[in-house]
């Protein structure tokens, strides 16, 4: 499994911005790498998915044109980039990686999880 460990949640008015930062461990050589997020009383739904093998990205459409996801293999590092935010996107927040996600925005297809920054947004 891989070791994940978050950081950069917090609280941010309307039309603020934040990024998310999440440092992992790992042996393998690809991994797909992903955020996650939940809400109080909902389901765990997927954000945003990279590919670490060659980059490619995936994002739910409620965030599309917002958010941005990257990663450092080297510093084995995945960000969360947000701008815009709304007050729907208030949550926790969860970094997740997987040796291969067939499906990237599915949390079943994921075995390692972090513990989770919150994300608060505010009128």
């Known amino acids: 499994q891989v070791q994940l460990v978050e950081s950069g949640g917090g609280s941010v008015q309307t039309g603020g911005s934040l990024r998310l930062s999440c440092g992992y461990t790992s042996t393998r050589a690809t991994l797909t790498l992903a955020w996650f997020r939940q809400s109080p009383g909902k389901d765990r739904e997927g954000v945003a998915a990279?590919?670490?093998?060659?980059?490619?990205?995936y994002y739910a459409d409620s965030v599309k044109g917002r958010f941005t996801i990257s990663h450092d293999d080297a510093e084995k590092t995945l960000w969360l980039q947000m701008n815009n935010l709304n007050r729907e996107d208030t949550a926790t927040y969860y970094c997740?990686?997987?040796?291969?996600?067939?499906?990237?925005?599915?949390?079943?297809?994921?075995?390692?999880w972090g513990q989770g920054a919150q994300v608060t947004v505010s009128s």
């Open positions: 997740a990686a997987a040796p291969m996600a067939y499906v990237p925005l599915r949390p079943g297809e994921y075995d390692s």
């Open positions: 990279i590919r670490s093998a060659n980059g490619r990205t």
